[in-house]
Nanobody
């Protein structure tokens, strides 16, 4: 069994900062990449940022220069530092990971989500 648990969401004023964390646990052989997605009310889930096990990163255009993704491979954690938050960043943020398990192979896993609300 694999679990992804997010933390760090909350309410912040526009221009403020938040740091999200996600911890992966369970029978994990290898994590290929981890990332963050978000879903605002009435909208589809969208990519925010991803990071590979080698440290390569990818960002949505809407967050470039404001958000930074990082990871700690030894701890099986991924972080999202969010600066210069805007009301349009309000959403539920989901942690995602592509994980290889010894017996069942590669799979795509999601956390339960953490709410971020940015007030104007």
């Amino acid at each position: 069994q694999v679990q992804l648990v997010e933390s760090g969401g909350g309410l912040v004023q526009a221009g403020g900062s938040l740091r999200l964390s996600c911890a992966a646990s369970g029978s994990i052989f290898r994590i290929n990449f981890m990332g963050w997605y978000r879903q605002a009310p009435g909208k589809q889930r969208e990519l925010v940022a991803t990071i590979t096990s080698g440290g390569s990163t990818n960002y949505a255009d809407s967050v470039k220069g404001r958000f930074a993704i990082s990871s700690d491979n030894a701890k099986k954690m991924v972080y999202l530092q969010m600066n210069g938050l805007k009301p349009e960043d309000t959403a539920v943020y989901y942690c995602n990971a592509q994980i290889v398990r010894i017996l069942s192979g590669r799979g795509d896993y999601w956390g339960q989500g953490t709410q971020v609300i940015v007030s104007s």
